[in-house]
């Protein structure tokens, strides 16, 4: 389709934003200024010089190492993390990023080249205890400007000029988010800060090895972006007499923890509202002493940025069993359904999901219905009678561990499926967890798919503000959710989670249907699926079906996209896994969740069609991010595995 009949085609379906729509139109002045490139985690660039005509003519430009060379001449033995998720801000001429050990580190966006280094406090020795985290926010208000970074326990104020701390945040230019209960959890989070207005917003991660139903709360709380202040504390498991505090029977609420927001958050800077994707509560797999919907667990959460009070919210899982926590940031868009001009929040979910509501009054923009789902045999537990299904869009994943779902390019494959999901208890989507049996014969728990790594994650999507397709990677990835019997020596729960370990199908391919990673386009005035493509080979040139022939089949990688004017841009995630306990003996790698490939790609917005595509040294463990440096465009993407040392890669058109 030529660009002038493409032009016409979006005219004709209506999807042009709304005049004086608000909405968040992604990154702007060619700068790249938050991690999801807006406070409505867009994904999105309005930048063209790279396009579909010339888009093989790119070029790597630079690379820069996860971590300075300054922090190896301090500590030549330093370590640093390989799951180097990071993605640079790109403000004011300067591009701002996490190292692999979680310090800031400042260069030029043109060549790589440093500028600053954060300082680690006490030298050699401040370098411990960080890890890699996902990004920086930037914040500026006349001649005010910061870089803020969570890092440990700790939450920092940088100059952008120079690194320095900035003495007026807090102690000396951090702030302590350690808890003051000397028996809580050591803080730590992988997301980025997010700032709107004068506040700044931080949620946190807590370990999943549960065995007591009494558990610390993953409260979010925000500071003062100039001060470091503490404003206001979110109660993400509603406390007595607070609203949603009936919703956990027998006063559950007074004990049971966890739901942090342990992804990312979205703001709407105009409506000052803060979007939180709040995740599962203690056990997240058994819930037979939180008996209950059990709000604010697996909502979606919209509250006032300045007071921290709930304005709105959503459940999208009732008393959560299958570890759905909504993965990624929620994604503002303004659309246009029917006529109506809507200001929308979507949330996209691990289960395959893409909930959309009204972002200022929270109102469904398509009927979300109530449908019953499969009960739990589970002694003690309760599970809720329905769950919500959204009725527009469709799903964007394959859903349920049922025999239509299972693999079929031969028959033979089709029977050996079926005999090794018979060990297993299977169903439709929302099947609750099961025992895993002892004996010779008994159940080993129940096969869950989409598994409890998606569908979506992390990864997020990215929405075109100009056409309003909404672009959505996913991958299908099965798991197994068994559950134990409690010890009651170690802990208070009846029932603990078990191998939960992902599943093979017949001679090293996987159990269900592909594609295993797919990348879905969905037009958010209609609600209607545009296109879908497989994101990868896939297991192609498995022996049992090399003879078909097949198409691609897509790998099971966790990519991030990134969108531009006339491109979307999107890698294959993070491959060369290491073996861990989740993944059995029998189980391939390549085909284990998580493991991507080398490929970076160009797709065709219009019809998923591969435009260009380069294999790098190792796959895209972060998130892509372009921007506009001295007139010329750029492409940066970060890489690394196990065994490839992580590095950020630059590509733009020959000059």
Not at 203 to 222: C, I, N, P, T
Not at 570 to 591: F, T
Request: hydrophobic share 35%; charged share 20%; aromatic share 10%.
């Amino acid at each position: 389709m030529s660009p002038i009949k493409k032009y016409l085609f979006i005219i004709a379906c209506g999807l042009l934003p709304a005049s004086g729509s608000l909405a968040q139109f992604g990154a702007s002045n060619g700068d790249w200024q938050a991690y999801g490139a807006d406070q409505g985690a867009t994904k999105y660039t309005p930048l063209s010089r790279i396009d579909a005509t010339n888009v093989n003519d790119l070029r790597v430009v630079w690379r820069r190492p996860s971590l300075d060379p300054y922090y190896l001449a301090l500590n030549p033995e330093q370590r640093s993390s390989r799951n180097y998720v990071a993605a640079p801000v790109i403000a004011g001429g300067r591009a701002y990023i996490p190292n692999s050990v979680g310090l800031v580190e400042a260069f030029d966006p043109g060549t790589g080249e440093t500028l600053w280094v954060q300082e680690p406090i006490g030298g050699a020795e401040g370098l411990r205890g960080g890890t890699a985290t996902r990004g920086v926010a930037y914040w500026s208000e006349g001649a005010e400007a910061r870089v803020l970074v969570q890092r440990s326990t700790y939450l920092y104020a940088l100059d952008p000029e120079t690194g320095k701390p900035i003495p007026g945040f807090g102690d000396n230019g951090r702030v302590n988010l350690q808890l003051d209960d000397p028996q809580a959890e050591r803080y730590r989070w992988g997301g980025v800060p997010a700032v709107i207005r004068d506040v700044v917003v931080v949620g946190q991660a807590m370990s999943d090895s549960f065995s007591d139903k009494e558990a610390l709360r993953g409260d979010v709380r925000a500071f003062d972006v100039r001060t470091g202040e503490l404003r206001w504390v979110f109660h993400v498991i509603p406390q007595g007499g607070e609203y949603g505090s009936d919703t956990w029977q027998d006063r559950s609420w007074s004990y049971t923890g966890h739901a942090p927001v342990w992804s990312l958050f979205s703001a709407d800077e105009e409506l000052g509202l803060v979007y939180m994707p709040i995740t599962s509560s203690t056990n997240d797999m058994y819930g037979g002493h939180r008996i209950g919907d059990n709000l604010f667990s697996q909502s979606l959460v919209a509250v006032n940025a300045e007071t921290g009070e709930r304005v709105w919210h959503y459940q999208m899982i009732h008393h959560g069993l299958w570890d759905y926590d909504p993965p990624a940031a929620p994604i503002l868009m303004d659309i246009n359904v029917d006529g109506r001009s809507i200001k929308a929040v979507t949330q996209i979910t691990k289960q395959g999901f893409a909930f959309v509501f009204n972002r200022e009054s929270g109102e469904p923009v398509w009927e979300i219905q109530e449908r019953a789902v499969p009960q739990s045999n589970t002694p003690g537990e309760v599970t809720s009678p329905t769950q919500p299904f959204p009725t527009k869009p469709a799903p964007f994943e394959r859903q349920g561990a049922t025999e239509d779902n299972l693999i079929d390019f031969t028959p033979q494959l089709r029977a050996e499926a079926l005999e090794i999901v018979s060990n297993y208890v299977t169903g439709p989507l929302f099947t609750p967890p099961s025992v895993r049996g002892e004996n010779p014969g008994d159940s080993q728990g129940t096969i869950q798919l989409p598994g409890s790594q998606g569908g979506a994650d992390v990864q997020g999507a990215a929405f075109d503000p100009e056409t309003g397709y909404l672009y959505i990677p996913s991958i299908t990835s099965p798991f197994i959710a068994d559950i134990l019997p409690g010890d009651p020596d170690s802990g208070t729960l009846d029932y603990v989670k078990g191998t939960r370990r992902w599943i093979a199908g017949p001679r090293g391919l996987p159990l269900f249907k592909p594609p295993y990673g797919r990348i879905t386009a969905i037009n958010m005035n209609t609600g209607e699926h545009v296109w879908m493509v497989p994101n990868g080979d896939g297991p192609r040139n498995n022996p049992a079906i090399a003879h078909l022939k097949l198409g691609k089949l897509g790998l099971p990688g966790r990519p991030s996209p990134l969108l531009t004017k006339t491109l979307l841009f999107v890698g294959e995630g993070s491959g060369n896994i290491s073996r861990s306990s989740r993944i059995p003996p029998d189980m391939p790698l390549e085909i284990a969740t998580n493991s991507g490939g080398n490929k970076f790609r160009a797709y065709d917005k219009f019809s998923g069609g591969v435009l260009w595509e380069v294999e790098l040294e190792a796959g895209t463990s972060g998130a892509p991010v372009s921007y506009l440096h001295e007139g010329r465009q750029y492409l940066v993407v970060a890489i690394g595995d196990r065994t490839y040392a992580p590095e950020l890669v630059a590509f733009a058109l020959p000059e």
